[in-house]
């Protein structure tokens, strides 16, 4: 915004979703909504390379409901490494 970014994002792709990981606004720029911004030019960009799901990944917070998201379970997998003998 007047050469000064107020927004940036981390995402990952594979070949048949768009993983929204972080994203961070310039708190003296949220009246001009550039979250709101960003995932529409995230998900423009997934339809343009026929990337048919985009995950907002962990987390319940309200406005990737707003997006359509939906619940689906996580699974934890922890592995440890025990010394050999």
Do not use: C
């Not at 107020?6 to 001009?32: C, H, K, M, Q, W």
């Not at 390379?49 to 379970?73: C, S, T």
């Amino acid at each position: 915004m007047g050469g000064r970014q107020i927004a940036a994002g981390v995402s990952f792709e594979t070949p048949d979703a768009l993983l929204y990981y972080n994203a961070g606004v310039d708190p003296d720029a949220r009246d001009l909504s550039p979250g709101v911004v960003m995932v529409e030019r995230y998900v423009r960009r997934a339809i343009g390379r026929g990337i048919a799901r985009m995950d907002f990944l962990r987390g319940d917070e309200p406005y990737k409901y707003e997006w359509g998201a939906v619940d689906h379970p996580i699974q934890r997998l922890l592995v440890r490494r025990t010394e050999s003998r």
